[in-house]
């Protein structure tokens, strides 16, 4: 049991990353997926660290900060690109005005 536990928690950052690859065309989906990715990450790594047998409680504490933080500048792009060009299609952002 243990070690296939072991085994998902390893794989989750890369299911993250792989499903962050293919959600590219709105902006929410890829803010979803870098939250995916942070999740995973306060999960897998100090299960890392203790195995390591190192301290882990400020590395949990310093990625759960970091994904604060990545959410709310995420959110407040996210309110301020679909203010001005009306969507939070990715394709938007490239395609000029003439």
């Given at each position: 049991?243990?070690?296939a536990?072991l085994t998902?928690?390893?794989?989750l950052p890369?299911l993250?990353?792989t499903n962050?690859?293919?959600?590219?065309?709105?902006?929410?989906?890829t803010?979803?997926s870098?939250?995916?990715?942070t999740?995973?990450?306060?999960?897998?790594?100090?299960?890392?660290l203790m195995?390591a047998?190192a301290?882990?409680?400020a590395?949990?504490?310093i990625?759960?900060?970091?994904?604060?933080?990545?959410a709310?500048?995420?959110?407040?792009l996210m309110?301020?690109m679909?203010r001005?060009y009306g969507?939070?299609m990715l394709?938007?952002?490239?395609?000029s005005?003439?």
């Amino acid at each position: 049991m243990n070690n296939a536990v072991l085994t998902i928690m390893c794989l989750l950052p890369i299911l993250a990353m792989t499903n962050m690859l293919f959600n590219q065309t709105h902006f929410l989906m890829t803010l979803l997926s870098l939250e995916g990715i942070t999740l995973s990450l306060v999960l897998f790594v100090p299960l890392m660290l203790m195995g390591a047998h190192a301290p882990n409680t400020a590395m949990a504490v310093i990625l759960l900060t970091f994904g604060a933080c990545e959410a709310s500048i995420g959110l407040g792009l996210m309110v301020s690109m679909s203010r001005s060009y009306g969507n939070d299609m990715l394709k938007s952002l490239t395609s000029s005005k003439c």
